[in-house]
Every structure is written in C-alpha cells, then in structure tokens.
C-alpha cells in the first residue's frame, strides 16, 4: 500500500466509496432522512468545491484508491475507507500520515468531528471525545462527537 496526495482525477474513485459507506455503516447510527442527505450531497463536484481549504491524501494499492483523509487547519476531514477495506489498517494508515503533516505544520492537536461509529476507531488512534456536537447542515442536524488529540513532539 502507498499514501499520496489526492488527484483531482481521483474524486470519482473516491465518491464511489464514500458513498458506499454512506449506503453500508451510517443508517446503523443515523436516521434515513440524515444519511439520505449526506449520500445526496457527496457528488464529485460538491466534494472539490469542500477541498479547496484542504490537503487530501489517499491510500493505494496497485490503482485502487482504498481510503482518503483530508486536513483543514487542524480538523480532520472526509475519512472514509473503501468498505471492502474495513479493518485491515487504513485507516490507521491514514492517521499516522495526517499526524506527520499536523507535526510539519507544528499543529499542537488534531480535532475531528467524529460520526457516531467512528467514535471507538478515533478513541484507538488516541483521540478524546470533548463533546457532543449537533450542528445544522441544510435541512438536517447532523450530530456526532467532537474529539481531540494533543500532538506529542518528544
Ligand atoms: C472508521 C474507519 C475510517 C476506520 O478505518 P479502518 O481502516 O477500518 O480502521 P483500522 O483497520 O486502521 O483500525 C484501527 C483500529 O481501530 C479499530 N476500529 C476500526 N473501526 C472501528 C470502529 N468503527 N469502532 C471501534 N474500533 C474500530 C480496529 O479494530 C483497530 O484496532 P486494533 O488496533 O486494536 O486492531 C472506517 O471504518 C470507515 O471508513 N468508516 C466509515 C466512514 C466514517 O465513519 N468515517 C469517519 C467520519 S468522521
């Protein structure tokens, strides 16, 4: 497996599987109305226009894209793994990597405003929920946990 920066001609590839996870893992942990609007919204060309403040990177292995992480100041952003990809340490992968950039930056923490299922992977990855969070996006109220991780420089 190799980590990237993300190409613009990925995005395809990437809403592809993004939208399976949608499909797949969130209607276990959200109402239909909330992952129908999430599923709605992540279109190849929404998903530019959202990254323009943003680093992506990407997992591969040979072609395939099997994951994406994205960082915007010192959020992580739009993690998602290929579903068929689930639990072989991408996404691990793809935090260590994000944590490498945070470092370069010389970010203190990292937050993410985690989903409800991936609230026990960010907590592996050394992430402490904070709080709550419910906030409005269009029509819905998307509601997660808001998570930290102190960078440790030593
Ligand atoms: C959450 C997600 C990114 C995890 O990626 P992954 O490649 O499956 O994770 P890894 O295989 O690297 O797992 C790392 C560790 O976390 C654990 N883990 C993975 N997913 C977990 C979950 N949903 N809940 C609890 N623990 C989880 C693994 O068992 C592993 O533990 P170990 O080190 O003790 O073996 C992936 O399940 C996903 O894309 N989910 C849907 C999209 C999503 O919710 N993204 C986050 C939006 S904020």
């Known amino acids: 497996m190799k980590v990237r920066k993300f190409r613009k001609e990925d995005t ?14 969130l209607p276990d942990f959200y ?3 909330v992952v129908e609007f999430l599923y709605k919204h992540e279109t190849p060309k929404k998903f530019l226009k959202r990254g323009k403040n943003r680093i992506y ?6 072609k395939r894209i099997l994951g994406i992480a994205g960082l915007e100041e010192n959020d992580v952003k739009s ?7 689930h639990k072989k340490g991408i996404g691990n992968l793809l935090i260590s990597e994000i944590e490498k950039i945070a470092k370069l930056r010389k970010l203190k923490t990292l937050t993410v405003h985690s989903s409800f299922n991936a609230e ?4 592996k990855c050394g992430f402490k929920k904070i709080r709550k969070f419910a ?15 102190k960078l440790n420089y030593e």
Request: aromatic fraction near 16%.
């Open 31 to 33: 109402p239909k109305d």
């Open 135 to 149: 906030n409005k996006v269009g029509p819905i109220i998307l509601e997660g946990i808001f998570m930290e991780k």
């Open 57 to 62: 990177i990407v997992v591969t292995k040979k």
């Open 79 to 85: 993690f998602f793994v290929n579903p068929s990809y």
């Open 12 to 25: 395809s590839k990437v809403c592809y599987f993004v939208r399976r996870n949608m499909k797949e893992i």
């Open 120 to 123: 026990g992977f960010y907590a």
